[in-house]
């Protein structure tokens, strides 16, 4: 199984950038897939999530009206649009897949991150 992360970089307060997840491996249909971030000295936190059909949407609180998750099975891939970064936002970003929605913070399956850097 490989998660490939992409899409991030570095953009000013008040951007956007969309996180693309590259799966292979597996049958992405039969996977919850979930968007988790860690920034320096902090713990990892999850960001988003979906079900396996995409009929059910978690976002955290401080995303909540700026980031949508999204996802389509045929093509094997998983979005993470991101709008009105702030500084805060600035973490590595995992794309991770579990056979469970929202039942676990260590899915089965990660992905490298892909760093995004929002600046002042």
């Known amino acids: 199984v490989q998660l490939q992360a992409s899409g991030g970089g570095l953009v000013q307060a008040g951007g956007s950038l969309r996180l693309s997840c590259a799966a292979s491996g597996l049958t992405l249909s039969s996977y919850a897939m979930s968007w988790f971030r860690k920034a320096p000295g902090k713990e990892r936190d999850l960001v988003a999530a979906?079900?396996?059909?995409?009929?059910?949407?978690f976002l955290a609180h401080s995303v909540r009206g700026r980031f949508t998750m999204s996802r389509d099975n045929a093509k094997n891939m998983v979005y993470l649009q991101m709008n009105s970064l702030k500084p805060e936002d600035t973490a590595v970003y995992y794309c991770?897949?579990?056979?469970?929605?929202?039942?676990?913070?260590?899915?089965?399956?990660w992905g490298r991150g892909t760093q995004v850097t929002v600046s002042s």
């Open positions: 991770a897949a579990d056979p469970n929605y929202m039942t676990t913070m260590t899915p089965s399956y």
């Open positions: 979906v079900n396996s059909r995409g009929a059910s949407t």
